[in-house]
């Protein structure tokens, strides 16, 4: 029986050992422990790959959110409008500046379309942020219509080289927040994160408001926090930035080998992202989810879900949530994880595919 992990982050440290050693040693000698030159260079690479003016790493993709939100004005007293169906972070980071989550259902997809976010905006609607959930670029176009002006804090955490529109992900809003954590798509090797955007202002106020509200050593403009990007991440994720490209490719070439493998089975319901993704998670959505997924654990497939509940289903989350059987909950109900990352074979592709068709019978 062919095991296939749902990813394997060991296989690609295996693959970069030996650079992974170098930069540790030079981590060392460096004698820079926090922020320094190996910080900025990744900033500067990370913006000019997504064709934005400016990076400021994080100490995490939850802080770059809610940094992002702060710097865009956001706090107590403010609604801000989010997905219903997306990672929790989404949420606590609206939560974190002390203002209020409004959730927005999809409808037949798995993200908002821009007349439901138009259609949830309201009186005290501050703020938008739309999530490229699975690393499908969401409809930004219509979003930005929609949001009539208001800033749009993109979640880009799951979008690492995703594109639409001729743009890439991360370079239409306001700004956009990224996460590092290791299993997305760009990981480091611990946490890590950064807010991208072309507004210096907002870029600035950003990265005083994760290091003290400091304007220069000993002078605290605003009450700020600490999160920053470790120097260490960073030379890490300035490796993996050049591969990036690479890695989204080889995604593709897993989520092809399922298109082509699983297509026309009745019952099971294939992504199809528009744009260019990501492929960060390709998702399968099915009525019998729950035996399928069992059928695979039996298989020795690995499969996840994302994610089982709508955030409003959540004890922190739930105060003013829909009546059970909302279009998320219907949603959720429905979708499958299916293994792919950049260090997929073949033959584990194969498996996938083989236990899928058995348990439809094909
Ligand atoms: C991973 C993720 C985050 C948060 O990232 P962390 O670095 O784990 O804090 C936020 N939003 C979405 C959609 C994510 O998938």
């Known amino acids: 029986m062919t095991e296939v992990p749902f990813l394997d982050l060991a296989a690609a440290v295996h693959a970069e050992r030996a650079e992974l050693d170098a930069i540790w040693a030079r981590f060392l000698d460096s004698g820079r422990f926090i922020l320094g030159p190996e910080v900025a260079r990744f900033e500067a690479a990370f913006a000019a790959a997504l064709g934005v003016a400016e990076a400021v790493g994080t100490g995490n993709g939850l802080d770059a959110l809610a940094l992002a939100l702060e710097a865009a004005g956001i706090g107590p007293g403010d609604e801000v409008l989010v997905p219903a169906h997306t990672f929790v972070a989404t949420w606590a980071a609206v939560r974190l500046v002390g203002a209020r989550p409004v959730p927005v259902e999809p409808e037949g997809g798995v993200m908002p379309e821009p007349a439901a976010w138009e259609a949830a905006r309201g009186a005290r609607t501050r703020a938008l942020v739309p999530v490229h959930l699975y690393g499908e670029v969401t409809d930004m176009t219509g979003i930005l219509a929609a949001a009539g002006g208001l800033p749009v804090i993109e979640d880009a955490a799951q979008a690492h080289g995703a594109r639409r529109f001729g743009r890439a992900a991360g370079s239409f809003g306001t700004a956009a927040a990224f996460s590092f954590y290791p299993a997305k798509t760009l990981g480091a090797l611990g946490d890590g994160g950064a807010v991208v955007t072309s507004d210096p202002g907002l870029a600035t106020r950003v990265r005083r408001l994760g290091n003290y509200g400091g304007t220069a050593k000993h002078e605290h403009e605003v009450a700020g926090r600490n999160s920053r990007l470790d120097p260490l991440q960073a030379m890490v994720l300035s490796m993996r930035l050049e591969r990036l490209g690479a890695a989204v490719v080889a995604r593709a070439a897993v989520a092809a080998h399922y298109d082509s493998a699983l297509g026309g089975i009745d019952g099971l319901r294939l992504p199809v992202p528009e744009g260019e993704p990501g492929w960060h998670l390709y998702v ?19 499969s996840q879900v994302h994610y089982p509940r709508p955030v409003y ?15 998320a909950d219907r949603l959720c109900a429905e979708i499958l994880s299916l293994p792919i990352g950049p260090h997929q074979t073949e033959p584990q592709t194969e498996a996938v595919v083989t236990a899928v068709r058995g348990f439809f019978g094909r």
């Open 284 to 302: 399968v959505r099915t009525p019998a989810r729950d035996r399928l997924a069992a059928h695979l654990a039996a298989a020795g497939v690995a």
């Open 313 to 327: 289903r959540l004890p922190p989350f739930a105060e003013g949530a829909p009546p059970q059987g909302s279009p």
